[in-house]
């Protein structure tokens, strides 16, 4: 069975924080992706990497950054956690042109 | 206006009921998705389609490139089909990166 895994399905960090949320794929996926989800407004991108090493803006960058040095691992990193940035964390894996795996989730919560 | 719209937004039905549930997408697309997300989070693919149907079970999706709709059917509904479904696009423009552009999902809840 194919897998993506987030480190942890619950978190509570405190405003100012640094955050690291990791994600690992068994697929050999080239394509990762960091999304959250708050109600009402769906998916948004925040991230995404088609290589090692390498990352694209999605749509909402900004106070998030991501590290790529594995291609089986793909990291979000949160450089100083505000309450705005509660929500769920979903990453996802996928090959070119083909369906995408998420893991199951990072609720987190920012205190 | 979002480029992926769905419809209903919340949907409760019982058990035994036929479900469609709509997609509507304003942008080119090279495959559209739907996924399911249980309480708790995980999201799981359900279908990727490009043409045509697909069916799996009692799940069907059909998908009409011309006029930009999908439509995702449930046959003989049941309580563990309670979920949000979600359509999303791989739009043109995204290339291989398979980026998508989500729907604010649907939320089904059938009543034993």
């Known amino acids: 069975d194919v897998k993506v895994t987030q480190s942890s399905r619950y978190l509570v960090k405190r405003t100012g924080e640094k955050v690291f949320l990791e994600c690992v794929q068994d697929?050999?996926?080239?394509?990762m992706f960091w999304y959250r989800q708050d109600p009402g407004l769906g998916l948004r991108l925040i991230y995404f990497?088609?290589?090692?090493?390498?990352?694209e803006k999605g749509d909402i960058p900004e106070g998030y950054s991501v590290s790529r040095e594995k291609k089986e691992r793909f990291s979000l990193i949160l450089e100083s956690a505000s309450t705005n940035q509660t929500s769920m964390y979903l990453c996802?894996?996928?090959?070119?042109?083909?369906?995408?795996?998420f893991g199951q989730g990072t609720r987190l919560t920012v205190v | 206006k979002n480029e992926v719209e769905q419809s209903p937004q919340n949907l409760t039905a019982q058990e035994g009921e036929f479900i469609t549930i709509n997609c509507s997408y304003s942008?080119?697309?090279?495959?559209l998705h739907w996924l399911q997300q249980h309480p708790g989070g995980g999201i799981v693919s359900l279908f990727m389609l490009s043409s045509g149907k697909k069916k799996h079970g009692r799940l069907i999706a059909t998908i009409n490139i011309q006029e930009k709709h999908s439509s995702l059917h449930i046959t003989a509904s049941h309580p563990r089909d309670s979920a949000v479904y979600i359509c999303a696009v791989s739009p043109s423009y995204g290339g291989a990166t398979n980026k998508l552009i989500f729907g604010t999902g649907t939320l089904l809840a059938v009543q034993p």
């Open positions: 990497s088609y290589d090692v090493k390498m990352k």
């Open positions: 942008v080119g697309i090279s495959a």
């Open positions: 996802a894996s996928s090959l070119e042109y083909t369906e995408a795996f």
């Open positions: 697929m050999d996926h080239e394509n």
